[in-house]
């Protein structure tokens, strides 16, 4: 490919709306292009690395034995009704209705549609095991699509679906695409690690996240150095040895704290550790309004107390609700005196952190009133204790005890043991051996292909640009005549280009009439991970000057080492840093 003819818009400054590495450096490197919130134009150089991706996804898919399919991005809604989650998904899920009014939906997932196929074309126990695969544009209706290709609405997704006899086989096809996964994000060229996950609304009974090393990852790893234990900080369970020591009276008294709502500020004004205050926080659900008690250092876990509930939606009740419901304003919430009242707040959930029969600050119901010295199970009631904070690092292992720690990842795989859940539903059955009807064990399985792209971006850049794994790289090398004006240069580069591009190897020759400054510059943002520079030195002495994209240094070698240097790139990528953490 020429540099002259290829379109490759870079920019010189960082576009203001970037907010991450990869978002700001695929605008600038010239590989997408916003056309509205979440929703992007993949430009030639972005679209030949999310090529890359998938012909990795499809290799190692075919590989673990799975077969491909093309499922349509538009869905009836008869089908997501029949699953029951036309309603559970909420406003994510992006509804239309075509010219006879008839409900569709833009898929955000197939769990749906591939039940229905197998329902409708596997009849028998010889027909199983299956797995099927497929690589599609989705929807979802983010609330607030931001980070580039990391979350936008419209996407590329590779999700498989297994299809089993029994548990036993469906562990079988769960475990072969773990092994698959870690071959994928290997030959991706990522550092990564697998933690156990939440199923969210896809369900099942057990999930795990792939999850790209990243200082910029929206998500926390909670692990342990001790016993491997690892996962996601919404999934995590963890313990703390004991409660912050703090002076309390001797019985319950009501203290003024004008002004202090906050956690910190009335922990400062009485100055006692915000460990020892108790957080009451006012939730609402699809059916009724519910009160949530934790310490006040620590966060709800929002996906265990959801899990807990039962509950489709879960939200925050509002100030208004919080004044009828309490009788006193948000920030002032307690539990001594609160009723459990139909239509009012009907259950009381106290988070298994908070110690019985000691005490504790709270909130009076009351504007700028706390009591202090309230002792837990004596002055309110401790009947339904969970587990309900977020872990988070130096609480301690519960398997070994050891002291968790924190990473960020980015989620980029995700995979689900299913069970049931759909085929029981939908009626997907086989006949087994005794001629009884029995419903197909699942599993799903998916890969965000341009996330993936992205977190390459988020795990390997520097001040300059983009440093592409070579296995995602849009060329494998640049050539770069440093000055086309110049016959002689020109010639060895045109040379150089027909060499490697007969040998098999993507190459990009920059032909353009620019300083060698400015295309240094563009190949280094572009993150090519060979480049080789024709210049007037090394023509004179008939060597070729070679660089990795990584490494500080150049070097001259022989034009006819040049095809063995390029295809020793992959290599030395491998041995500059650990794939899996």
Not at 219 to 231: F, L, V
Request: aromatic letters at 8%; hydrophobic letters at 35%; one cysteine or more.
């Amino acid at each position: 490919m020429r540099f002259s003819k290829f379109l490759c818009p870079t920019l010189r400054e960082d576009p203001s709306e970037a907010e991450t590495a990869s978002h700001r450096l695929m605008l600038r490197g010239g590989m997408i292009r916003q056309v509205a919130s979440g929703i992007y134009t993949l430009l030639p150089l972005g679209l030949r690395v999310i090529r890359k991706v998938e012909t990795i996804v499809r290799e190692e898919m075919s590989r673990a034995g799975a077969q491909e399919v093309f499922m349509p991005a538009v869905l009836p809604a008869e089908l997501w009704k029949e699953s029951g989650r036309w309603d559970v998904m909420g406003k994510e899920l992006l509804r239309i209705k075509d010219r006879n009014e008839r409900e569709f939906c833009f898929g955000p997932t197939h769990e749906e549609i591939i039940t229905d196929l197998v329902r409708r074309e596997i009849r028998s126990y010889r027909d199983l095991p299956r797995n099927f695969f497929q690589i599609q544009t989705k929807f979802r209706d983010e609330v607030r699509p931001r980070f580039g290709l990391m979350r936008c609405r419209e996407f590329t997704m590779k999700d498989a679906y297994s299809f089993d006899i029994n548990e036993e086989g469906a562990k079988a096809s769960y475990d072969q695409m773990y092994e698959a996964y870690h071959r994928i994000f290997s030959r991706c060229g990522l550092r990564f690690s697998v933690v156990d996950a939440d199923s969210g609304n896809i369900g099942g009974s057990q999930s795990q996240e792939f999850m790209v090393l990243a200082d910029s990852g929206e998500d926390e790893i909670i692990r342990c150095p001790g016993c491997g234990y690892s996962a996601n900080s919404e999934k995590a369970d963890g313990v703390i040895s004991k409660i912050p020591e703090a002076k309390m009276p001797n019985q319950m008294e009501k203290r003024e704290t004008p002004g202090k709502s906050t956690v910190s500020d009335v922990a400062s004004f009485l100055e006692v550790p915000e460990g020892r205050l108790i957080k009451t926080l006012i939730y609402k659900t699809d059916t009724m309004y519910l009160a949530v008690l934790l310490p006040g250092d620590r966060e709800v876990n929002e996906i265990k107390l959801k899990s807990a509930l039962q509950a489709q939606h879960l939200g925050l009740a509002s100030a208004q609700e919080i004044q009828e419901l309490t009788g006193g304003p948000l920030g002032f919430s307690g539990p001594v005196g609160l009723k459990i009242e139909k239509g009012k707040i009907e259950r009381i959930l106290v988070d298994g952190l908070i110690e019985k029969d000691e005490s504790y600050v709270v909130g009076a119901n009351e504007k700028d009133v706390h009591l202090v010295g309230v002792v837990a199970g004596k002055d309110f009631s401790m009947q339904e204790v969970l587990d309900l904070h977020r872990t988070r690092e130096g609480d301690q292992c519960v398997k070994c005890q050891a002291v968790l720690q924190s990473d960020r990842g980015i989620e980029v795989g995700h995979i689900f043991r299913l069970g049931t859940k759909y085929s029981e539903i939908m009626q997907a059955t086989f006949s087994d051996p005794k001629g009884e009807l029995k419903p197909s064990i699942m599993g799903c399985y998916g890969i965000g292909i341009g996330r993936t792209a992205a977190a390459a971006i988020e795990q390997n850049h520097d001040a300059r640009g983009v440093i592409f794994p070579p296995s995602l790289a849009p060329f494998d090398v640049a050539v770069i005549p440093v000055q086309v004006t110049n016959e002689d240069l020109k010639r060895e580069g045109e040379r150089l280009y027909a060499l490697l591009a007969d040998s098999g190897l993507d190459v990009l020759l920059d032909d353009r009439e620019e300083s060698a400054g400015a295309k240094f510059k563009d190949l280094d943002l572009m993150g090519i991970p060979g480049k080789i520079t024709v210049g007037k030195k090394g023509l004179a002495q008939g060597k070729v000057e070679v660089k990795m994209r990584w490494q500080e240094e150049s070097q001259f070698i022989d034009p006819s080492e040049l095809v063995d240097w390029v295809r020793s790139i992959p290599q030395a990528w491998d041995t500059r840093s650990s794939k899996v953490a």
